[in-house]
């Protein structure tokens, strides 16, 4: 091809694009990136913008100010009504906010008090396999924070992949594995939540894990400890993935509390977790595994469980007023 010749906009000459279209191409180059950043920016925006109006929207409903925020899992579901209860929120009453669609999660905030302690507790968590964006995930843990807890109690039932665990144990999360869902800090940094390299090291307080050990001792409760992985859901995991997953640190597998965490953090909240094991996890059990029976594991675990997070919350409320 020699000589000029035009295609479709850009001129070759001699097998080589103009000078002219090279600066052409640039600037254009430049100009979708710059409209990209923008976009991602408003995206970014757009979620704090979100949170803040649930905070705003929830605020007009009561003026309760929180110092733990607990988030129940499986086997925990009717825990919040064991409590002295101030104000009840279905989370269709606020606008925007993501709904519960897992069978036995209720999907409501109740706010009132583990004997003198303040608490807002999380009826129903929402999860990235129901297809929510995994901002609108971590929203309910962002909106706890603006309210004003410090804690961030996290609970759930799960696959026990250690060989020394059983149906019905409790592993303490002393650290967490979540590369397998995306990270909820993913996109340009908001700045109100927290700085743009959150430091990991230590995503589970140590002085809240010394606590849950000395309620678990003072109940007689034998408990465990370990990593926590979160894989995407909703299917279980292969035998296969499990033999990944322990061979890379996990000690029990589940489908959420990960991810929420590390909102938190990224939000300066100190974070505790404890895991009912529900099931020993795929290749392990020879059983197939189905939802009814972790609920029914978890449900059978529920009056140890509730036990341990009453005295674990009671402990944990003295140390914030000292």
């Known amino acids: 091809m020699n000589g000029k010749q035009e295609m479709g906009t850009i001129i070759f000459v001699n097998n080589r694009m103009c000078v002219e279209c090279i600066s052409f191409c640039t600037k254009m180059c ?3 990136r710059k409209r990209t950043g923008r976009k991602e920016i408003d995206n970014m925006n757009e979620i ?3 949170v803040k109006e649930c905070y705003k929207q929830v605020n007009k409903m009561t ?3 929180p110092q733990i925020a607990l988030v129940l899992g499986s086997g925990l579901g009717d825990y919040a009504e064991k409590i002295k209860i101030e104000t009840v929120i279905d989370y269709h009453e606020i606008k925007g906010f993501p709904v519960s669609t897992v069978q036995g999660h209720k999907g409501r905030f109740v706010l009132g008090y583990v004997e003198d302690i303040p608490v807002m ?3 129903g968590r929402v999860h990235y396999y129901e297809g929510y964006s995994m901002s609108d995930v971590v929203l309910p843990i962002r909106l706890m924070k603006m309210m004003g807890a410090e ?5 759930n039932a799960s696959g026990g992949i250690h060989r020394g665990f059983e149906a019905g144990d409790f592993m303490m999360i002393t650290d967490q594995i979540a590369s397998f869902v995306p990270s909820p800090l993913i996109g340009p940094n908001i700045e109100e939540f927290g700085e743009r390299f959150p430091d990991m090291s230590h995503i589970y307080d140590e002085e809240l894990q010394e606590v849950i050990r000395k309620s678990a001792d003072h109940l007689q409760i034998d408990l465990k400890e370990g990593t926590y992985i979160q894989l995407p859901g909703p299917n279980f995991e292969s035998p296969a993935e499990i033999r990944m997953c322990k061979a890379i640190g996990a000690d029990a597998v589940g489908m959420s ?3 929420e965490a590390i909102a938190a953090n990224h939000m ?5 977790g404890i895991s009912c094991i529900a099931n020993p996890a795929a290749g392990i059990s020879k059983k197939p595994l189905t939802h009814e029976e972790v609920q029914q594991s978890a449900d059978r675990a529920a009056p140890k469980f509730q036990k341990l997070v009453t005295e674990c919350i009671c402990r944990m409320g003295k140390s914030l007023k000292k």
């Not at 804690?151 to 609970?155: M, N």
């Not at 300066?268 to 505790?272: N, T």
């Open 257 to 259: 509390t990960a991810c």
């Open 121 to 123: 507790i999380m009826e």
């Open 48 to 50: 704090y913008d979100k």
């Open 151 to 155: 804690i961030l109690f996290l609970t």
């Open 63 to 65: 003026e309760f100010k």
């Open 268 to 272: 300066g909240m100190k974070i505790c």
């Open 30 to 32: 430049h100009n979708v």
